[in-house]
């Protein structure tokens, strides 16, 4: 009968250290995996969280919903902040990807906004100073954005976009249409891009509503026709509470079957200037008179 060949017992211990090592160096990967991602979902959480400006005469809500695929976490974002000359800054941003980077890099253009905008209030010239920022950072990644100014006194709105999804502008009176103002290229491509403000305002009673494109767009709806369902409602439920317009509006990912995160933020404005007035599409380019 033959013999069976067994390994020497030096042989079997070597054998057993070297799995015990690779087993190690596996556990301290997955530890270190699992404390990055608990961290970008925490400095998400904490994003999300902020609460919004509440303003006499504008009243916001936002939304939000994580990607389907892949970590629970993304880079979709909003924010609202007190600006040093009295006026309100509204930003969405979408970071390329959903994953710990692009959470991390979320935390990053929120805080270079905010940064930014003690110096200069305009949207263009917040977007541009941004832009430069995070092309010097050299991380990679690019950035949609809009950034917009809220002037409580005159109730002007001004915004300027960063190869963002356009937004959705509705009134009372029932006009609504796609807010395509013109944009330049996200931010963090190229340096010594330039954007452009546009001045709007806001009169009678209506809503603008922002979102990224996780709302619009997935492999059942084409952009055009997410953009169409969110004007649809919008138009419709303008005068709402902006938190249920807000929770209505993010429910159109769903129907397009979205795996990526998704962003909403209402400005929901009323009886603002002359309530006689109706509609409020004044829009006016940074220059004219």
Not at 164 to 184: K, N
């Amino acid at each position: 009968m033959p013999r069976r060949r067994t390994g020497s017992p030096s042989g079997t211990a070597e054998l057993l250290d070297t799995l015990g090592d690779l087993t190690g160096r596996i556990l301290d990967r997955i530890k270190v995996q699992q404390a990055r991602v608990e961290l970008a979902a925490a400095l998400q959480r904490q994003v999300l969280a902020a609460e919004l400006p509440a303003l006499p005469r504008l009243h916001v809500a936002g939304r939000y919903a994580p990607a389907r695929a892949g970590l629970d976490i993304g880079g979709d974002w909003y924010d609202g902040f007190l600006m040093p000359d009295g006026s309100v800054g509204f930003v969405i941003g979408d970071v390329q990807g959903h994953d710990v980077e692009a959470a991390a890099l979320m935390g990053q253009v929120r805080t270079c906004l905010r940064a930014v905008a003690t110096a200069t209030t305009d949207p263009a010239e917040v977007l541009r100073r941004t832009n430069d920022l995070l092309v010097a950072l050299d991380c990679g990644l690019f950035v949609t954005c809009s950034f917009l100014r809220f002037d409580p006194v005159t109730s002007e709105l001004s915004d300027a976009r960063a190869g963002h999804v356009p937004a959705v502008w509705a009134t009372a009176d029932g006009c609504c249409y796609t807010v395509l103002s013109d944009g330049g290229l996200p931010l963090g491509i190229h340096a010594g891009e330039s954007y452009r403000s546009t001045r709007r305002l806001l009169t009678g009673v209506g809503a603008f509503v922002l979102l990224t494109d996780g709302v619009v767009e997935g492999p059942k709806y084409p952009i055009e026709e997410g953009l169409e369902r969110v004007a649809e409602l919008v138009v419709g439920a303008c005068r709402t509470d902006p938190d249920e317009l807000a929770a209505q509006v993010i429910k159109v990912a769903d129907l397009t079957g979205h795996s990526d995160d998704a962003a909403v933020l209402v400005l929901r404005y009323g009886g603002l200037g002359d309530e006689r007035r109706h509609g409020g599409f004044q829009e006016q380019r940074q220059g004219e008179k």
